[in-house]
């Protein structure tokens, strides 16, 4: 058995530089895993600064100086989030708090219709059964009433750290694009002068991630901008509130727009019931899918390294279940970090192999 371990670390490990990077690997998991909750408005502003430093290096090519291009772009990236947080949210809330009320009826629409089906489709559904799924749909329904209640009570604290985090993050975003070149030779001067392997891993990883973030940004801002010009033509009500939820449903690929069909069509068919208006905002909704995946995925992310689905699947719900709603949104990149490390990782053959 020590024979066999000691093969395998030989061919593995022999290279004192990989050693290395498997220590920083080891360590940054565990950072994450212990303190990510700490962590998070740094790592979101990582994120943001990540994503304006391409439009940073824009305006230096054009001739801007440095600083000139990072106050032009933080001072971009303040007016966008003033005015989304002064003219999307307050919109938003007013549709979350119209729904929340709207619900009971909603509610009782649907167990309405739920006591119809044995009248028009008896040979799928019994007296029994439909009174088991309006039991179960009552109880999901209070469920449902008391986690709102319980949150409006709980809001205080998460109110107060959105606060603090508004001020943090903006500042250490404005920090992180100024100081770029500095804070990564200060991080480069700790690690070791022959670094080819991480000099190669990192030039990859930094691709894929440039190109999926952004990518995947303006994904989530096309897609979510094109379902709320749709849904207001066909007077969906909480057309903003539905659009937010599909933009961000890219995030999580294959499984987030299977999830978010859901509200989008059980809204319709509360608005509508089952007619043309409903079978209408369902093909519409059908083609922007059609379009995000056919057409907008493929241009985006022409660049990045094609994955398997199941490959993707299995890394959203590991990163996802390691780091939450960042673990998810950073899955693909991930998956493909860990790919570049095993291609680049060197290897020893045994003796006499």
Known sequence: MLKVFKSWFDKYFSDEEAVILFILLVAGVLVMAFFGAMLAPVIGSIVIAYILQGLVIKLQRMGMGHIYAVLSVFALFVGVTL????????????????????????????????????????????????????????TEVSKITQWVFSFSLSSIPTLLAIMIYAVLVPIMVFFFLKDRGVILNSLSSLLPTERRLMTNIWTEANMQFANYIRGKVLEILIVGVATYVAFVLMGLNYSLLLAVLVGLSVVIPYIGAAIVTIPVALIALFQWG????????????????????????????????????????????VFGGLWGIWGVFFAIPLATLLKAIFSAWPTVKAAGG
């Open 274 to 317: 089952w007619g043309p208006d409903f079978i209408w905002l369902m093909v519409a909704y059908g083609v922007i899918q059609a379009l995000d995946g056919n057409v907008l995925v493929p241009l985006l992310f022409s660049e990045v390294v094609n994955l398997h689905p199941v490959v993707i699947i299995v890394s959203v719900l």
């Open 83 to 138: 005015a989304s947080v002064l003219l999307i949210l307050p919109l938003m809330v007013r549709q979350i708090t119209s729904l929340f009320q709207e619900l009971p009826s909603m509610m009782t629409n649907l167990q309405t219709l739920i006591k119809l089906l044995p009248e028009q489709y008896p040979q799928f559904f019994t007296e029994e059964s439909v009174v088991g799924l309006s039991r179960q749909l009552t």
